[in-house]
Each structure stands twice: as structure tokens, then as C-alpha cells.
T-cell receptor, first 117, second 117 residues
Framework: EAGVTQFPSHSVIEKGQTVTLRCDPISGHDNLYWYRRVMGKEIKFLLHFVKESKQDESGMPNNRFLAERTGGTYSTLKVQPAELEDSGVYFC???????????????FGPGTRLTVL | AQSVTQLDSHVSVSEGTPVLLRCNYSSSYSPSLFWYVQHPNKGLQLLLKYTSAATLVKGINGFEAEFKKSETSFHLTKPSAHMSDAAEYFCVVRPTMIYNQGGKLIFGQGTELSVKP
């Protein structure tokens, strides 16, 4: 069974440009999460999808970040325009929903390392 | 608010000696606690989890952790380190159902484990 995949693995862009990160969850996983680790800091939650709906987006830093999950399969996270402080590693995770409860193990992708110059 | 603190940013041990990675949590209610590991260029992998069953939790690769409510600790141990254990380890708490926060994870700062031959 394929795990969570993320694309690209690395991205280097200049301040002011736009970048789109993609996450493909494990097939059949309705929950999809985005997390971010900024250099020297802990991994922090960004948002949570259940299928195509945003369940919790309390961790999104500002309106330069836009996450979508059309059709409830893969998700994209767009940063526009990118700023220096957006540099870090962006992780995606997915998990199953069982009996309506979203509290099962989260499976993580390898992350996308974003560098903003 | 729930939080988790990893007491050491870096731990170095010799191969064959015991491993101790320390973690303290803050929670008003009985938490769900996890340890994840990240090897270089790989995704985060679940080592073990505590969800209010047995206080001594056994995980993969010979790791275990003990939940101590009186000390608010969830330290990770292994009797004998192997070179392949070198990685970064994360102690993680999941907000309880009472807060209905949809399963997002709260991470500690991470502990880098080095294993010397």
C-alpha cells in the first residue's frame, strides 16, 4: 500500500513568488492534515480536512496561505506571495475516520522543504 | 491548553547502551500521547501511543514509554541502542475529545538522537 506522498520534495523560490505544494493521502483516508516546521521550531498544525471540507484551519498563519482539497482526494497548499519566514518543511498526514471519529493514527509524508530567498 | 516539552534537544549514546528521551506534558484531562521518529529524508513514523490503557506502552524496534500521571511524564526508553536508532524523535500530545479539536497533534521540539559505534 502506498503511503502519503508529497510533491515537490524541495522547492526554492524568491520572495514574492507563488508556490503550490501537493499532498496525496493514503487511499481511503478521509482526514488530511497539513503541518509545518520552521527552522529551529517545533512542528505546528496548520489545518485539517475531512474529505473536501475544512474541519479546522486554526493554525493557518495568514491569508497568504490557501489550502484546497477538491473532490476529497489530494490536497494543495498554495503560498502567495511567499515571504522569507515561510521557509521550512511542510508535512502532510492522513488518517481514517472510523464510526465518525477522527482520532486514529496519522500517517505522515516525507515533507516538502520550502526555501524562500 | 495542552502542550508537550522535550527536555533535551540532543542526546548522544554509545551503541549497546540504554536510551532515555525525556518528555513532559501539560493537560487538564487524560491525554493521548505518542512518540514519532523521523529518519533523514523520511516521513514521521509512529513508534508508540498511549490512549489510557496500560501505562507501560511497547512500541516498534524495542522502544517503550511509561505514562506517569503524577509526574506528567512520558519518557521514551530502549535497553540497548542500535546504530539504526539515530534519528529525531518527537513527543506528541493529541487534544482530547472534550475540546473537539478534530485530532490535530501538538508536537514537542524534537530530540536528536546520535548513536556512537
Amino acid at each position: 500500500e502506498a503511503g502519503v506522498t508529497q510533491f515537490p520534495s524541495h522547492s526554492v523560490i524568491e520572495k514574492g513568488q507563488t508556490v503550490t505544494l501537493r499532498c496525496d493521502p493514503i487511499s481511503g483516508h478521509d482526514n488530511l492534515y497539513w503541518y509545518r516546521r520552521v527552522m529551529g521550531k517545533e512542528i505546528k498544525f496548520l489545518l485539517h480536512f475531512v474529505k473536501e471540507s475544512k474541519q479546522d484551519e486554526s493554525g493557518m498563519p495568514n491569508n497568504r496561505f490557501l489550502a484546497e482539497r477538491t473532490g476529497g482526494t489530494y490536497s494543495t497548499l498554495k503560498v502567495q506571495p511567499a515571504e522569507l519566514e515561510d521557509s521550512g518543511v511542510y508535512f502532510c498526514a492522513s488518517s481514517q475516520v472510523q464510526r465518525g471519529i477522527s482520532y486514529n493514527e496519522q500517517f505522515f509524508g516525507p515533507g516538502t522543504r520550502l526555501t524562500v530567498l | 491548553a495542552q502542550s508537550v516539552t522535550q527536555l533535551d534537544s540532543h542526546v548522544s549514546v554509545s551503541e549497546g547502551t540504554p536510551v532515555l528521551l525525556r518528555c513532559n506534558y501539560s493537560s487538564s484531562y487524560s491525554p493521548s500521547l505518542f512518540w514519532y521518529v523521523q529518519h533523514p529524508n523520511k516521513g514521521l513514523q509512529l513508534l508508540l501511543k498511549y490512549t489510557s490503557a496500560a501505562t507501560l506502552v511497547k512500541g516498534i524496534n524495542g522502544f517503550e514509554a511509561e505514562f506517569k500521571k503524577s509526574e506528567t511524564s512520558f519518557h521514551l526508553t530502549k535497553p540497548s541502542a542500535h546504530m539504526s536508532d539515530a534519528a529525531e524523535y518527537f513527543c506528541v500530545v493529541r487534544p482530547t475529545m472534550i475540546y473537539n479539536q478534530g485530532g490535530k497533534l501538538i508536537f514537542g521540539q524534537g530530540t536528536e538522537l546520535s548513536v556512537k559505534p
